[in-house]
């Protein structure tokens, strides 16, 4: 994939004209313009360029292709501090612009954890001075991540976390997850889990079932989500507390979610990318670049998801960007660690399903832009004028070849290695500069 890596010190007025304009946050799809200037977008409608515009905007014809608000990747693990060879900020918003994400949610995994106002703080400064998209921090709901004591959510909050949650870890004790929703209700703060009961899960290492049977590995039951997630509801309907779930996995938790949202309950939920893009068939050989966290489920239920992401029952679709090394994944399927990269690879996936008649365009541009913004409570993922001028551009159907080698991410655990995919992000500004280039 060639294309420049590096921001712009010029902030002229610009002007996209004869472009696919797509903002998913107003339901708009139309033909027409888009300028901006001073880093915020100032106006879109059609025949912008015959009306006139500033003096001295740049005019860039996008003759047909897709101008759409910039994507924001709601669960994206990066390695700064403490692993550094997975992942830097640096890195991942070098593979983020490549992808059109514009916004970078990251997780509390890190070394030391992200579960004080101090390492929030110095993930933002680090942002700041090393990468060229935006980077929000979500902090650990529980002090080092053990599940055992609640982290103080209301200075985290105002350090500058958007969220609060124990990354791939479901946090056990009922009573303190009560206490965590009823705590963080009260700062209106958001409270994002992943569901799978640990017990359940025990030695498994991908879906439970005929087809794990006969490659003589230990399965994951469904329940072992399903169960996590009926608790969990059972609990934000006792406390009223923000909830989105992490990463749903199976039709069954679909049922748990819909009976929720029918009850008026404050929540939400993501999928992954990849588990709308491949099944537990996809392990084939033992391949463990398809080993995931959750795992790959079945085709019933991959179907199920993408037409939940349809719906709206389900209203983000994220990457779960997890870098892992050559060490950690070149291993026996049992031995190797879970985890798949993904910022890169994001969009154009989606984009798969939207040529396969599964989705709109305006739809999975909502699921990976303007829904995770809303519901984080973020001034991006619109076109509308006066929002900050994060966008992308895009050209829906230009084929081409995935190569591993060719990825920004430090490392290439890419299930789409050597994928044909079809759909490629041309520019991506932030704040009105550019910091990706396709050419």
Same mark, same amino acid.
């Given at each position: 994939? +060639? ?7 010029? +902030?002229?007025?610009? *002007? ?18 888009? =300028? ?9 409608? &059609? ?17 047909? %292709?897709? /101008?759409?608000?910039? =994507? ?88 500058g976390a958007v969220a609060f949650t124990n990354g791939a870890q479901s946090v056990t004790n009922a009573q303190l997850f009560r ?34 049977? &006969? ?7 469904? /329940? ?6 009926? &608790? ?9 507390? &923000? ?10 938790? *679909? ?15 993501? /999928? ?6 491949? +099944?537990?068939?996809? $392990? ?8 995931? @966290?959750?795992? *790959? ?18 209203? /983000? ?8 090394? $050559? ?33 709109? =365009? ?7 832009? @303007? ?6 409570? *973020? ?10 001028a994060d966008i992308i551009v895009f050209d829906p159907d230009e084929p081409w070849l995935l190569v591993p080698a060719d990825l920004?991410? %430090? ?13 490629? $992000? ?14």
């Open positions: 994939m +060639n294309g420049a890596i590096m921001p712009v010190t010029e +902030n002229r007025p610009l *002007l996209f004209a004869n472009a696919r304009v797509v903002d998913p946050a107003r339901e708009l799809d139309f033909s027409g313009d888009v =300028l901006i200037a001073d880093g915020v977008i100032r106006e879109t409608a &059609r025949g912008i360029a015959s009306a006139g515009v500033p003096e001295g905007t740049q005019v860039v014809d996008c003759r047909g %292709r897709v /101008v759409a608000p910039g =994507l924001v990747d709601m669960r994206a693990f990066v390695g700064e501090p403490g692993a550094e060879h997975r992942e830097t900020l640096a890195s991942a918003s070098q593979a983020a612009a490549a992808g059109g994400v514009t916004t970078i949610v990251c997780q509390p995994e890190t070394d030391p954890p992200i579960d004080d106002p101090a390492v929030v703080d110095f993930v933002l400064r680090r942002a700041r001075d090393t990468a060229i998209v935006r980077v929000r921090p979500m902090a650990a709901l529980t002090k080092g991540l053990a599940g055992r004591e609640m982290t103080e959510i209301g200075l985290l909050g105002a350090a206490r965590a929703l009823t705590y963080a209700r009260d700062f209106d703060a958001l409270i994002v889990h992943h569901t799978e009961d640990p017990s359940l899960v025990g030695a498994g290492t991908m879906n439970e079932g005929e087809f794990a049977s &006969r490659l003589g590995l230990a399965g994951i039951p469904r /329940v072992a989500e399903t169960i996590m997630l009926e &608790r969990d509801m059972r609990l934000v309907a006792l406390t009223r507390g &923000r909830y989105h779930a992490a990463s749903l996995t199976c039709a069954d938790s *679909l049922q748990v979610l819909a009976r929720a949202k029918e009850a008026g309950l404050p929540v939400t939920a993501s /999928v992954s990318i990849n588990h709308l893009s491949f +099944n537990e068939f996809d $392990v084939g050989a033992f391949r463990t670049f398809f080993k995931l @966290s959750p795992p *790959l489920r079945s085709e019933t239920d991959r179907l199920a998801l993408i037409e939940a992401v349809a719906s709206g029952l389900i209203d /983000v679709v994220m990457s779960d960007h997890n870098p892992q090394d $050559v060490e950690t994944k070149r291993l026996t399927f049992s031995e190797a660690a879970a985890g798949a990269i993904g910022l890169e690879t994001m969009l154009s996936a989606g984009l798969r399903l939207v040529h396969a008649g599964k989705l709109s =365009l305006l739809r999975l541009l909502r699921a990976l832009s @303007s829904r995770p913004a809303e519901i984080l409570g *973020l001034p991006v993922g619109t076109l509308r004028p006066g929002a900050p920004k991410s %430090r490392c290439k655990n890419t299930p789409f290695d050597e994928a044909r995919m079809e759909g490629r $992000v041309l520019r991506t500004l932030v704040a009105g500069r550019t910091v990706y280039e396709y050419f």
